[in-house]
């Protein structure tokens, strides 16, 4: 069992960056990546970043490269997920995932663990 606690959400204007924190505890041992997922009221959990737990090569999606940077911890068990230049698209729920197996892939349903979630709200 792996738990994961998301931290730091919140509102920001647009424009603005907000950090969010996931810290994993547990059986973290063989974690083979971590990763971001956003979810709208409606909608699946839709990928946003994700890093190889051992090479902390990152992968994103295309809303978030160039915006968004994911990195990790590897000593204190946290992955991080710095937020710039935010817009109203960014809004929602933030999931931090686990996943035991590669390659890292973009589907919500190849992750094994996930946490409660932190919001984001980006006002324009």
């Known amino acids: 069992q792996v738990d994961l606690v998301e931290s730091g959400g919140g509102t920001v204007q647009a424009g603005g960056s907000l950090r969010l924190s996931c810290a994993a505890s547990g059986r973290t041992v063989g974690t083979s990546a971590m990763a971001w997922f956003r979810q709208v009221v409606g909608h699946e959990r839709e990928f946003v970043a994700a890093i190889n737990w051992r090479t902390g090569s990152p992968t994103y999606s295309h809303s978030a490269e160039d915006r968004f940077t994911i990195s990790k911890d590897n000593a204190k068990n946290l992955v991080n997920l710095q937020m710039n230049l935010l817009n109203d698209e960014d809004t929602g729920v933030y999931y931090c995932?686990?996943?035991?197996?590669?390659?890292?892939?973009?589907?919500?349903?190849?992750?094994?663990?996930w946490g409660q979630g932190t919001l984001v709200t980006v006002s324009s």
């Open positions: 995932a686990a996943s035991f197996s590669l390659p890292i892939t973009a589907s919500p349903h190849a992750m094994d663990y």
